[in-house]
């Protein structure tokens, strides 16, 4: 029965145009298939730091959910996006850039630039960032 509810589950996504949770690189970084630089982890989150750093300080927040992208969030995912900035916040605290600022991105589809279909959260700072981005 529980595989059968997961294999639509896969379906959906697939139909959706996402990609499989079985596929998606953040899902096997979440179940630590994929190694990271870890910098937080709660029961609905966990941060690392950004492989291609843009900025001196510059660390992904995603939820343990897979959510492909920002069209996908619910009104049930609320609580996990509000707390998403909450950590944002404790872990610039931590990173010493709290005072001097940061700025928390999340790109969505093609336009926005959007490359991993797994709900993230950038968050740079450490230096001073351009305002409009490109
Ligand atoms: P996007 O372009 O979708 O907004 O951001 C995806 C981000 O994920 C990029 O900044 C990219 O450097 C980062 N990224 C992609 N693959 C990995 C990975 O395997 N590990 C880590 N730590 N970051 C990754
Ligand atoms: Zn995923």
């Not at 941060?47 to 995603?62: E, N």
């Not at 920002?70 to 850039?97: F, Q």
């Not at 490359?115 to 981005?133: C, D, M, N």
Request: hydrophobic letters at 35%; proline letters at 4%; aromatic letters at 8%.
């Amino acid at each position: 029965m529980f595989r059968r509810i997961f294999n639509i589950n896969i379906e959906y996504y697939k139909v959706k145009g996402g990609e499989s949770v079985e596929d998606c690189i953040f899902c096997k970084i979440i179940k630590g298939e994929i190694p990271s630089d870890k910098v937080y982890e709660d029961d609905m989150v966990i941060s690392f730091k950004d492989i291609s750093p843009c900025a001196p300080a510059h660390f992904l927040i995603i939820p343990k959910k897979h959510i492909s992208n920002l069209n996908e969030i619910t009104e049930e995912d609320s609580k996990i996006i509000a707390h998403i900035y909450i950590v944002a916040k404790e872990i610039a605290k931590k990173l010493g850039i709290d005072k001097t600022g940061y700025r928390i991105v999340a790109n969505c589809g093609e336009d926005g630039g959007q490359t991993v279909q797994h709900v993230h959260f950038h968050v740079l700072g450490g230096r001073l960032l351009q305002w409009p981005p490109g």
